[in-house]
């Protein structure tokens, strides 16, 4: 009997000590890595400007995963219009790059890889986009400045005009400039977007230059993210169409809403 009293004594204070135990242990490590993605339904998915849907909705996604040295890698996808590149109903973008802030202002630079799968046999539509940015906030307004550099590549050229005829590779400089800043008490953010597209390649329709412009509203609720936004270019009517049966103007002003979940 006392044995057994001694034994449960010593199991009885070994109880009572564990959670002291499991207190005193030390916290895990944080992980130095991040993963991040999420899902968007988007009423017309515009790329500089320009319809890549037919005025359509598209479905799109995301995953990345970044690490606290600053360098980060991941993936973006759309639904498209199969006019965009040769056939193919997607586009799946891949990108590494490095992220870092100095003095309040944050630099970042990488690489873009635009991959159109199951576009027509023989085709070259994939093109490569180095990128580099700079933000910065002051006070209650963000700014930021950026600008993507296409270098000269078969799928850029627009040798269906006669603008561009002939010549079996273009390249593309696009720059642009935003402001952002949030309306007090509302929970929405508005994002003003001027964009210049540069060179005669197919990004510019065969045109020497185009300018783009965005307002957008948005407004952030736990996982979810919905946005409404006015879209334009100065494309003529009839400059830029999708060349389908429809000859849609996908460069026309429209208005576009999109509802996202981040994870």
């Known amino acids: 009997m006392r044995t057994t009293l001694v034994g449960l004594s010593l199991l009885a204070a070994f109880a009572a000590a564990a959670p002291a135990l499991a207190e005193d242990a030390p916290a895990a490590p944080a992980s130095d890595f991040t993963v991040t993605g999420g899902a968007t339904l988007v009423s017309d998915y515009r790329f500089r400007g320009v319809s890549q849907t037919n005025t359509h909705f598209a479905m799109q996604g ?132 001027l964009g210049e597209s540069w060179g005669r390649s197919y990004l510019t329709n065969g045109l020497k230059d185009y300018t783009d412009w965005s307002l957008t509203a948005a407004y952030t609720w736990k996982a979810l993210t919905f946005s409404v936004a006015y879209v334009d270019t100065d494309f003529k009517k009839g400059e830029i169409t999708s060349g389908d049966p429809t000859f849609r103007n996908i460069g026309k002003a429209g208005v576009v809403g999109s509802v996202g979940v981040a994870f």
């Open 62 to 193: 995301t995953l990345g995963v970044s690490h606290s040295s600053g360098f980060y890698i991941g993936t973006w996808g759309s639904s498209i219009d199969d006019y965009i590149s040769a056939g193919s109903d997607q586009e799946i973008d891949l990108y590494a790059g490095y992220k870092k802030t100095i003095n309040g202002t944050t630099i970042d630079g990488g690489v873009l890889y635009y991959f159109y799968p199951g576009n027509a046999k023989g085709s070259t539509t994939d093109f490569v986009e180095p990128y580099l940015n700079a933000s910065h906030t002051f006070g209650p307004i963000g700014a930021k400045i950026g600008m993507n550099y296409a270098p000269k590549q078969h799928a850029l050229r627009c040798d269906y005009d006669v603008r561009c005829a002939g010549k079996a590779r273009e390249d593309n400089l696009y720059t642009y400039a935003e402001l952002s800043g949030a309306i007090p008490g509302t929970g929405v953010t508005v994002t003003g977007h």
